[in-house]
């Protein structure tokens, strides 16, 4: 089970940094964050943001693969399912994200 969780927290943590980091998808954040259209505004705030899309997308994953690691009633479980992942995602990510902001520095 939890080579599960940290599998799929890291999948959660690599579509996340890649849709609102990676140059290949700057021309969808740049279209949505720069349109008159709330809702294009919306999506544009949400990609550009990993930790809110981190959220997103952990919802996707846990409701598209119904997946659930608790023996409760369904919709608690898909939802402590959902916040668990997107919590290991994130701690991923700082930890990730200092071993590179440390990487840079040793760099320079």
Same mark, same amino acid.
Request: proline share 3%; hydrophobic share 50%; net charge positive.
């Given at each position: 089970?939890? $080579?599960?969780?940290?599998?799929? @927290? *890291?999948?959660? &943590? ?11 998808? %700057? ?25 809110? $899309?981190?959220?997103?997308?952990? @919802? *996707?994953?846990? &409701? ?11 919709? %608690? ?32």
């Amino acid at each position: 089970m939890w $080579l599960e969780v940290l599998l799929l @927290a *890291a999948a959660i &943590w690599l579509l996340s940094t890649t849709v609102s980091r990676a140059k290949i998808f %700057f021309p969808l954040r740049y279209y949505c964050n720069n349109h008159c259209n709330p809702i294009l505004l919306w999506i544009g705030e949400a990609i550009s943001c990993q930790y809110c $899309l981190s959220h997103w997308i952990g @919802a *996707a994953i846990v &409701w598209w693969g119904r997946i659930n690691f608790f023996n409760y009633p369904e919709l %608690f479980t898909y939802c402590m399912t959902w916040a668990a992942l997107v919590g290991v995602a994130n701690v991923i990510g700082r930890t990730v994200g200092r071993a590179d902001e440390q990487t840079r520095k040793e760099i320079k």
